[in-house]
């Protein structure tokens, strides 16, 4: 996850494992979903659908 915090910066994916924190939350609402977002994650849903 700390190649891909580099390679899609915003959504705080070094720190993230495997389940939504906040801050990326925030960047998924800021910035949309990356190309490795599963699209299966509910939170993804959500903005693919606003």
């Given at each position: 996850?700390?190649?891909?915090?580099?390679?899609?910066?915003?959504?705080?994916?070094?720190?993230?494992a495997?389940?939504?924190?906040?801050?990326?939350?925030?960047?998924?609402?800021?910035?949309?979903?990356?190309?490795?977002?599963?699209?299966?994650?509910?939170?993804?849903?959500?903005?693919?659908?606003?």
């Amino acid at each position: 996850m700390v190649d891909y915090d580099q390679q899609y910066p915003g959504y705080d994916l070094a720190n993230n494992a495997g389940y939504g924190t906040a801050k990326h939350l925030a960047g998924l609402a800021k910035l949309g979903p990356c190309p490795i977002h599963r699209r299966s994650f509910s939170p993804v849903q959500e903005v693919l659908t606003k």
